[in-house]
């Protein structure tokens, strides 16, 4: 009884901070991501019942706290599938973790699509996303192929992730700019937790639906000005959240600003990129497909850059017949 499968990370585009329920990770807002090509996560999952124990290994390391999340989502396929069985779980990124990538996304959108798998379970891709978002909300996300919309539901069975255009359907780039790759002080789960501290988060959500109306629309359409525009002023919102939050977050590190303020200079100069940032330092630009080689080469030449990985549209999870084990 084994399964392996690959799922990506995706970036939102409106973005989801905050929950209405800690325990089924319902958002307090909806959003809309795009499933990012070359951000993979590989996960072959094991059911046996001679093994003693659940283990878990991600990139070749053991963490307590993150095998502890691991298990409860096994336990919770376990039950679907009316399985004893231990599991052994192997995990393996190809891109630093905890530093803002979404890897719990492609993470446990890897782990749910294996682990069900291999327990003999046949679940839709509705079901999947629902079981996904049990383990990180936005895993629900990397389910689904391409562009991606999470439904802003007031309950479990109401509170999952459609594709509403395919990777093809529009030739956009998601370029990271990994500027560090040491693990952010504050994981997005307990940030979430303070999101209402805020005094502009009421703001924030009276806003958000219309926020998701128009950036479909801007989508559909392939308006990529007025797209990047309403990206970058959404980061930058999030992080207006997070800064005012009780304590404040603060995820930007010199690297980050000083890529922020370039892509704003890079576009005065005639060169359309737009930047967004999720919980954490790493900047990813947003441009079209035919501008990727300029933007790689004009990061390359910044000393705070470690490391740039292009994007495209990306399928969501799937099971591979590469096992990690």
């Keep these: 009884m084994k399964a392996t499968a690959i799922a990506p990370t995706n970036i939102a585009f409106i973005k989801y901070w905050g929950k209405k329920?800690?325990?089924?990770?319902?958002?307090?807002?909806?959003?809309?991501?795009m499933n990012?090509?070359?951000?993979?996560?590989?996960t072959t999952v094991e059911f046996s019942e001679n093994f003693p124990k659940d283990t878990v290994t991600i990139d070749g390391k053991q963490d307590l706290s993150e095998e502890k999340r691991v298990i409860q989502h096994l336990d919770r396929i376990r039950d679907l599938a009316k399985?004893?069985?231990?599991?052994?779980?192997?995990?393996?990124?190809?891109?630093?973790?905890?530093?803002?990538?979404?890897s719990s996304a492609s993470g446990f959108a890897a782990l749910t699509v294996a682990a069900?798998?291999?327990?003999?379970?046949?679940?839709?891709e509705k079901e999947l996303s629902i079981l996904a978002r049990q383990g990180s909300g936005s895993a629900c996300r990397s389910i689904p192929s391409g562009f991606v919309e999470w439904l802003d539901g007031e309950t479990s069975e109401?509170?999952?992730?459609?594709?509403?255009?395919?990777?093809?359907?529009?030739?956009?780039?998601?370029?990271?700019?990994i500027v560090a790759d040491e693990k952010k002080e504050v994981s997005s789960t307990e940030g979430q937790k303070i999101a209402s501290s805020s005094p502009f988060f009421k703001?924030?959500?009276?806003?958000?639906?219309?926020?998701?109306?128009?950036?479909k629309k801007l989508i559909k359409e392939k308006n990529f000005p007025q797209f990047g525009e309403l990206i970058e002023s959404e980061a930058l919102e999030l992080h207006a959240i997070m800064l005012t939050s009780k304590p404040p977050l603060?995820?930007?590190?010199?690297?980050?600003?000083?890529?922020?303020?370039?892509?704003?200079?890079?576009?005065?100069?005639?060169?359309?990129?737009?930047?967004?940032?999720?919980?954490?330092?790493?900047?990813?630009l947003i441009c079209q497909k035919k501008d990727t080689e300029v933007l790689q080469n004009k990061l390359k030449k910044i000393k705070e850059v470690k490391k740039v990985i292009i994007n495209f549209s990306a399928e969501g999870a799937r099971i591979s017949k590469n096992h990690l084990f």
């Design 21 to 33: 329920d800690e325990k089924l990770r319902l958002p307090e807002n909806g959003s809309v991501s």
């Design 36 to 42: 990012l090509s070359n951000l993979i996560t590989t």
């Design 83 to 102: 399985l004893k069985y231990k599991a052994k779980v192997v995990s393996q990124n190809n891109f630093p973790k905890s530093t803002g990538l979404s």
């Design 116 to 124: 069900t798998k291999t327990a003999g379970l046949n679940l839709s």
């Design 158 to 177: 109401t509170s999952y992730a459609v594709s509403i255009f395919p990777p093809s359907y529009w030739e956009i780039a998601d370029i990271v700019a």
């Design 203 to 215: 703001a924030r959500l009276s806003r958000i639906k219309e926020k998701i109306k128009l950036i």
């Design 250 to 284: 603060i995820y930007w590190l010199p690297g980050t600003v000083k890529i922020m303020r370039l892509v704003k200079k890079w576009r005065a100069d005639g060169l359309p990129v737009y930047f967004t940032v999720n919980t954490g330092q790493d900047v990813h």
